[in-house]
C-alpha cells in the first residue's frame, strides 16, 4: 500500500460546528503533516508529527487541533472555524522528518466553512 | 531561511512542443529538491527530486530537471508534452523536514 487516503472528500460546516479531518498511511512512515492550501496558491505548514509527537506547529489558531492516536492515522479536529479557512486541507507522510525525505501527499479535503 | 522563486506564473503551450518551467533556490550548503504536480482537484504528487549524484533526474513521464549549483536552478523539462500534462507545477526545498514551495507555474497544454 503505497497511498496516503483522507476522508471526508468535501466537508461543509457551520461557524459553530466541531467535525475532524482524517488521515491514513500504511507505508511505515513516521512523520506526517498537515498543509493547508488556498486556491491558486502553494500549500502552507500547519503542523508536523515526528513518531507519533508534535513536532512543529507553525503558529496555527487553536481552532485546529491536530492528533496522532497512532503511527498510521492523523487527525485535524476543526472547531469555531471562520469562512477563510475554507480551503484544501493535504495530508502528508514521509519515512521520517529529515530533509532527504520525500512526502507523499493524500487528495485533500476540500473544506467550506459557512 | 531557503526559499523558491518559479519564474513563470502560468505557461501556455502548443501540444508536442517543448516546454521548460523555471526553479531557482536560494543557495545553501546542501539543497534537496523536489518538483511536485498537482492536477485539477486532487492532491501533489512527486514527479522527481534531486538528493544527491547526477544533476540530472528523470521521472517516468517523460519530464527531467537538471540541478545547477552555480546558477542555483532546478529548471523542469520536457521535450514533448502532451494534453494530460495540463496540471499546477511546483518546485519545493526540503528545510529541515519541512517543504518550503515555490509559489507554482500552471501549465496549459493547447491542442
Known amino acids: 500500500d503505497t497511498e496516503v487516503t483522507q476522508t471526508p472528500k468535501h466537508l461543509v460546516m457551520g461557524m459553530t460546528n466541531k467535525k475532524s479531518l482524517k488521515c491514513e498511511q500504511h507505508m511505515g512512515h513516521r512523520a506526517m503533516y498537515w498543509y493547508k492550501q488556498k486556491a491558486k496558491k502553494p500549500p502552507e505548514l500547519m503542523f508536523v508529527?515526528?513518531?507519533?509527537?508534535?513536532?512543529i506547529n507553525e503558529s496555527v489558531p487553536s481552532r485546529f487541533s491536530p492528533e496522532c492516536p497512532n503511527s498510521s492515522l492523523l487527525n485535524l479536529h476543526l472547531h469555531a472555524l471562520q469562512p477563510e479557512d475554507s480551503a484544501l486541507y493535504l495530508c502528508?507522510?514521509?519515512?521520517?522528518?529529515?530533509?532527504?525525505?520525500?512526502?507523499?501527499f493524500g487528495p485533500g479535503t476540500r473544506l467550506t466553512v459557512l | 531561511a531557503q526559499s523558491v522563486t518559479q519564474l513563470d506564473s502560468q505557461v501556455p503551450v502548443f501540444e508536442e512542443a517543448p516546454v521548460e518551467l523555471r526553479c531557482n533556490y536560494s543557495?545553501?550548503?546542501?539543497?534537496?529538491l523536489f518538483w511536485y504536480v498537482q492536477y485539477p482537484n486532487q492532491g501533489l504528487q512527486l514527479l522527481l527530486k534531486y538528493l544527491s549524484g547526477s544533476t540530472l533526474v528523470e521521472s517516468i513521464n517523460g519530464f527531467e530537471a537538471e540541478f545547477n549549483k552555480s546558477q542555483t536552478s532546478f529548471h523542469l523539462r520536457k521535450p514533448s508534452v502532451h494534453i494530460s500534462d495540463t496540471a499546477e507545477y511546483f518546485c519545493a526545498v526540503n528545510q529541515g523536514g519541512k517543504l518550503i514551495f515555490g509559489q507554482g507555474t500552471e501549465l496549459s497544454v493547447k491542442p
Open positions: 508529527y515526528s513518531y507519533e509527537k508534535l513536532s
Open positions: 543557495s545553501s550548503v546542501s539543497v534537496y
Open positions: 502528508a507522510s514521509s519515512l521520517g522528518q529529515g530533509t532527504y525525505n520525500e512526502q507523499f
